[in-house]
Structures are given as structure tokens and as C-alpha cells.
């Protein structure tokens, strides 16, 4: 991991994605959690406070040692169920297969490098009827929209640690094999070739 993404995109990824104005669009990717919960990208934690009571154990997966440490402070001044970090990469999970109840991401599947093997790890992790529950930014409909994200991806890759402005969330999950149960689709305010959201369910048959 470079070292800006290592000591600044944390803080910057913490302010744009992590403040207030974010919780209503975070929580119902949320909703209906339960049991042992692997969080993808946990990232500062900003999910930490708002987890459903049902989920019993949150395992998470996070390269950036910053957002570790971001993360355990924030663990520090609120209640959560029990969480642990287990792992640095979202493509190789140190987890038993059919292990997890859920698996929540919260804008990371635009991130990982290797994202079909980390489709793969999550498909594997969960049990069958257990599902993915996600709300990312991705590729809009929109095909000028699409256009400008596709000339504009490189340069977001290389100041967004990796990001990716052309993935679909919903299409990812169903090339990996999950049935997308629900998908929301949104627009938030600002440029869309960010702000073009979706929130959905997909479900391991
Ligand atoms: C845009 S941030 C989102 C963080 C957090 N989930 C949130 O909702 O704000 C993307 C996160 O994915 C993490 N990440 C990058 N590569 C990853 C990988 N291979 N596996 C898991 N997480 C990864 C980054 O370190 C970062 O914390």
C-alpha cells in the first residue's frame, strides 16, 4: 500500500464518506444484519455504531494499519457488538467457507484490485441462504454519465487509492453466482460520475 494511501486517503475517505450526512445512506445496507457479520473494507469504522442488535460478531477485513487505528478509537467511544480484525485483503479471506451469516461492504467493492476473487472469497464465506449486503457507487445508466466516467477512471484510480468509477455492485454479485435479491438505485447530490449510487441484498443460493 502506498504511503498516501496509507496515512492521507484514511482521513480523506473518513470525511467524504464517514460523517453524518452519510448515515441515512449507509444504514439501510445495514438493515436485517444478523449473526456473524464479515465486513469488507471496515475502513475508520464508520458503520461501528450503527449495526443492527441481532448481529453478534463482526469479523473485519482492512489493509490500512491508519484505518485500523482510526477505527479502534472510534470502537472506543461507542457500543458495537464484538469486532475483530481478521484479515488485510478481501481476495483471500482467512475464514472458514460457509462461515459468515452476512457479508457487508460499504463502498470498497469499487477498491479492491482483484475484485472476481474477492466476489469469489465472498460467495465462498457465506452460507447458503447468507447474503451480501452492499451500497456502493458505481456505473451510472445514465450513458453520458458512463462516458465521462470511463474517461474520468484513471485519474480517480490514482488519487482514490484504486478506485474504480465503472463497477456495478448488483452485476458483480451475479457473475459471482449470488441472486440479487434487491437493488436501490440513487443519485446523491454532487458529480454523478461519483454520487450514482446503489443499495441491495444479494443472496448465496
Ligand atoms: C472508500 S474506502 C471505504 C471504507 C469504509 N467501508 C466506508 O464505508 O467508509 C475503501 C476501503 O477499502 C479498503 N481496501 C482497499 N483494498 C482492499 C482489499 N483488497 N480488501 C479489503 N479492503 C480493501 C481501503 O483500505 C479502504 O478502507
Redesign the pocket.
Known sequence: MSWYSEHVLPHV?NIT??GRAMVPVRKPALAGLRGVVVE????TG??IGLYPPEVERVLA????AR?QEMAQKRMSMMSHPPIEFVGL???SLPLASESADAVLS???LC???DIDA?MSEIVRVLKPGGALQFVEHGRSEDPKVQARQRRFEPIQKRIG?G?HLTRDPAELAERAGLKVEKVDRFVLRGPKILTTMSCGRAVRP
Open positions: 475517505v464518506c464517514g469488507v473494507g471496515f475502513g464508520p458503520n477485513v482492512e489493509p490500512s484505518a485483503d478481501g481476495a460499504t463502498f470498497t477498491t479492491i484490485p474477492a487509492g478506485c
